[in-house]
């Protein structure tokens, strides 16, 4: 599976296709009147979540990409498995692998005692993540040392070493352009994302967000914006759930 570097790369690339005809349904005043500290309430929490650990912000942003490209999104990669259900949480890309649905929870409960009002399991989810980024940023996670190449073999034994992690770039605590810099260098950590700078048609955009970090920025959060109206389930087409881990 490409990383999910790469997968940005992607969703920044294809931003014009992410677009849904439900989109117009969507607003972001939508609880400004039955919970308006929603926005406070989260950026608060996962501001806790960050400080408590900084990469807290990554595995928030990856749980939002991973929801948002498996039928939209809908928060469904908060449910837990029943004996009648099978859901994305221990699919193959995030057993063992994605994280922070305790601060998902934890987001939730401090919702629950501050409004009235139930709020979506999936506007958490994309406002958790939104503040992620914020916070510490999308590409500047550290992730699982899973293969083996120059830069992770001295750190990656042939056998166990699971929990080994290794940086993306060499800022890992700062959200910037360092990423394309590295892939520009040659120093892409996966093969996967060194693919993205290896005279292909995505050189030219390697190299523009190399050099321009506002370019970067600015693309980023447009595409966060889009993607986050893939799909999303609106009106009666889904449900409020009382618990983001399971089905009413």
Known sequence: MA?????LFVT???SSLLASPGSAQLSP???STSCPNLLTIVRNAMTQAVNNEARMA??????FFHDCFVNGCDASILLDDTATFTGEKNAGPNRNSARGYEVIDAIKTRVEAACNATVSCADILALAARDGVVLVGGQSWTVPLGRRD????ANCPATGGDANLAPMDTTPARFDNDYY?????RRGL????QELFNGGSQDAAVRGYSNNAASFLGDFAAAMVRMGNISPLTGTNGEVRRNCRRIN
């Open 3 to 7: 990383s999910l570097a790469k997968l």
């Open 58 to 63: 990554a595995s928030i942003l990856r749980l």
């Open 190 to 193: 996966f093969h996967s994302d």
């Open 29 to 31: 005043t939508f609880y």
């Open 150 to 153: 120059a830069r992770t073999r």
């Open 12 to 14: 920044l690339l294809a």
């Open 181 to 185: 810099r590295g892939l520009v260098a």
